[in-house]
């Protein structure tokens, strides 16, 4: 047995963590190579399980192997797709605590924050099990007096999936859910740092009653490889990937060469503004969620906050004040608001955005360096006196971190706002029914939130436009991009 009793002791069913690759309807202990590697829990830096380092050779006999598992799960109607999801959500319900408690180890996240994660994942299963009996065609008057046309939606085919270490439960279930309703099967990477909670998914769905073939999970290392048997295999039709906006350039040029259809949620940079106008204490709540959930490890967090220069000061004032309230530490431990950051690399980035914007004229109103606790635990952060030269306004922190930007105009925050490559969230607050339009249709992003700054849900269609990506997930358009649309013309 290769996973920690630290994990094991915690669990109610301790056969939900799996120490291996699900390949073929089979769980796969060896890699063709061989080797192994080691998941870690972020906030001790203790071992919590070593999995299997499947290689390219491993994923293409999956591949395979969904090929053919796929073509029998197509043949099923949309009822009894639905019925298996129904099944799987269920299970995902059931088992919600030790599917917390199996994620908060393996990424450091607050367990209260982690069986939130865990009820939104299940949130999309449910939702398209639902969807898979409303996969609707269409009839088109035809263009003769002879002619009748019908338009089918039929899938896609074999669905790659490539997943971040972020939400490793939710982000798997948005994507495997569709899939699976609209008659896909899938072969998915989860990200090496967090892959106990895709095989848990996998688990479940097995017992769910999923077939075998449908739903396989490549444990490696080697995301490079992977991703290339995913974009160079003819047999996968569609490759769906949440990450950066640097990887998802890469799979999109390797996918070209096979016209794939591509799903790709990618970086953010995301605008949160204040106006004078706003109620204040709305907003702050609003920036506190949507800042410093997860850490600030969130695709959609507020990355930029402008604040109108009537309220900036009191604003910053009481955002430090919430701030300081925040308690970091371990996960499990009761009371803890944020748990560390991913890796090394993360705080590193973290520090070196904080130093630029410090050389650079900022000044930290709270916060600032690693927490006492050492490890990989930061300070909650606040920055003020921030501009657009520094690498705060530019890059995507992906961290605790708060710069909070002054503004005098409604055009000129807009133009701020929208000085960016990146289009996926963005939030205002106002009280102005008028501006709220005006602004709303002026940003230049997939989503955005009014008053409120938590906008994620399955009902609602999650991406985003410019290099943030392209496709939508969740709600009833979410489906859509599992399906082709063939026409057929009949002659009577």
């Not at 890469?250 to 096979?258: D, P, S, T, Y």
């Amino acid at each position: 047995m290769t996973i920690a009793d630290s994990l094991l002791s915690k669990l109610r069913d301790p056969s939900l963590v799996i120490d291996k690759a699900l390949v073929a309807g089979e769980w796969v202990s060896n890699s063709e190579g061989g080797g192994r590697f080691d998941v870690l829990n972020p906030s001790t830096g203790d071992l919590v399980a070593t999995l299997p380092d499947l290689s390219r050779a491993d994923a293409a006999r999956a591949i395979d192997a969904a090929y053919h598992a796929q073509k029998v799960w197509a043949k099923k109607t949309g009822k009894d797709r639905a019925a298996a999801l129904r099944r799987l959500y269920d299970l995902m319900i059931a088992n919600a605590g030790d599917l917390a408690v199996i994620l908060t180890m393996e990424m450091g996240k607050p367990l209260a924050e982690a069986k939130g994660e865990i009820l939104y994942g299940a949130s999309y299963v449910e939702w398209f099990g639902e969807e898979a009996k409303r996969v609707y065609g269409d009839t088109i008057p035809g263009h003769q007096a002879d002619k009748r046309i019908v338009v089918l939606k039929q899938p896609i085919g074999v669905v790659a999936a490539i997943t971040p270490w972020n939400f490793p439960n939710a982000m798997l279930a948005r994507k495997f859910a569709p899939a699976v309703a609209a008659g896909c099967a899938m072969v998915s990477k989860p990200a090496a740092e967090t892959p106990l909670s895709a095989l848990s998914l996998a688990l479940l769905a097995e017992r769910a009653g999923i077939p075998a073939g449908v739903f396989n999970v490549i444990t490696s290392r080697d995301s490079a490889s992977i991703g290339k048997e995913f974009t160079e295999n003819e047999k996968v039709r569609k490759l769906t990937f949440t990450g950066s906006t640097g990887v998802g350039k890469i799979l999109m040029r390797q996918g070209a060469e096979q016209i794939m259809k591509l799903g790709l949620e990618l970086g953010g940079n995301a605008p949160f503004i204040v106006f004078d106008d706003a109620d204040v204490n709305a907003a702050l709540e609003g920036a506190m969620i949507s800042k410093y959930r997860n850490n600030g490890q969130t695709c959609v967090c507020a990355n930029r906050l402008y604040v109108q220069s009537g309220i900036y000061d009191i604003f910053a004032q009481k955002l430090a004040e919430k701030v300081s309230a925040i308690k970091v530490g371990d996960g499990f431990e009761p009371g803890v608001d944020a748990g560390p950051l991913i890796t090394e690399k993360a705080v590193a980035k973290v520090e070196e955005h904080i130093a630029d914007a410090l050389d650079k004229g900022a000044k930290i109103h709270i916060g600032g360096k690693p927490d006492a606790k050492g490890g990989l635990f930061f300070q909650p952060t606040v920055l003020t006196g921030v501009t657009s030269e520094m690498k705060v306004a530019r890059e995507e922190t992906f961290g605790p971190v708060a710069p909070i930007f002054k503004f005098d105009t409604e055009e000129e925050v807009v133009e701020m706002a929208n000085n960016t490559e990146y289009g996926l969230a963005s939030y205002f607050y106002s009280k102005d029914v008028s501006r709220i339009f005006r602004v709303a249709e002026a940003l230049e992003y997939g989503m955005v939130g009014i008053n409120t700054g938590l906008i994620s849900t399955e009902v609602a269609p999650f991406g985003g436009i410019k290099q943030s990506g392209q496709g939508r997930e969740g709600s009833k358009y979410g489906i859509n991009d599992y399906v082709e649309i063939k026409y057929l013309c009949l002659g009577i």
